[in-house]
């Protein structure tokens, strides 16, 4: 392998699981590293062939899975927990459709969907 594009681990969460996984398997692989900006920007990479690899989360690995060979799972325990999360601003308290989406995404629908597109 040649050459692998990982996000920039001050400006992607993503990028910094990456250097973690990387660190934590003791890989030699500093001078194949091809550092981007964004986890999109990985992806682009990897699809356009510029280079062999690239780290990105679960649903930019899948919104390019019929563009790329393989895709392969870091184990979390190799890496910090990342968190998504929602915030609610005071002013959702004043929107009948705000409420009805912050309680949307707290149901089992929300939860099986976020699961299977990656987030």
Known sequence: MQKI????AK???YGLAASQAISNLNLNIKDKLLYVATVPQSASYVVSGEV???????SEAL????KIEQILTVKSELYSE?????????SCDKSAICKDFVEYLKS????????????
């Open 5 to 8: 594009s990982i996000p920039d």
């Open 11 to 13: 400006k992607a969460v």
């Open 52 to 58: 062999d690899a690239g780290f990105v989360n679960s």
């Open 63 to 66: 919104s390019i899975k019929d």
């Open 82 to 90: 990342i968190s998504i999360v929602a915030l609610k601003l005071d």
């Open 108 to 119: 089992k629908r929300a939860k099986e969907i976020i699961l299977k597109y990656g987030l």
